[in-house]
């Protein structure tokens, strides 16, 4: 069984940045894409950005493409997304989520991490 952790949220003001990591466990991690969703209070949860198994390929929603980054360390079984520029409207819930195949943009991702809070402030 696959076990995600996320680490690393907090509150930043506006124009700032922050590190988001997600420790994968439990299987092969450079089998599955890996990918970032949000969700904030009262929305649905939407997909953030995606990885694709050896961090060649990159899906980003357009919201955040030209702040946020996504990297992965498939020897460390980690995956970090970068998120710079930080607007209040990125405030969320972000979850960390492990998928095989295809689909990188699409929610039903097998697994799921806990979640870690992101709150910008204005």
């Known amino acids: 069984q696959v076990q995600l952790v996320e680490s690393g949220g907090g509150l930043v003001q506006a124009g700032g940045s922050l590190r988001l990591s997600c420790a994968f466990s439990g299987r092969t991690f450079s089998n599955y894409i890996m990918g970032w969703f949000r969700q904030a209070p009262g929305k649905e949860r939407e997909f953030v950005i995606a990885t694709s198994w050896n961090g060649a390929n990159t899906f980003y929603a357009d919201s955040v493409k030209g702040r946020f980054t996504i990297s992965r360390d498939n020897a460390k079984n980690t995956v970090y997304l970068q998120m710079n520029s930080l607007k209040p409207e990125d405030t969320a819930v972000y979850y960390c989520?492990?998928?095989?195949?295809?689909?990188?943009?699409?929610?039903?991702?097998?697994?799921w991490g806990q979640g870690t809070q992101v709150t910008v402030s204005s």
């Open positions: 989520a492990a998928r095989r195949g295809i689909g990188a943009t699409r929610p039903d991702y097998d697994y």
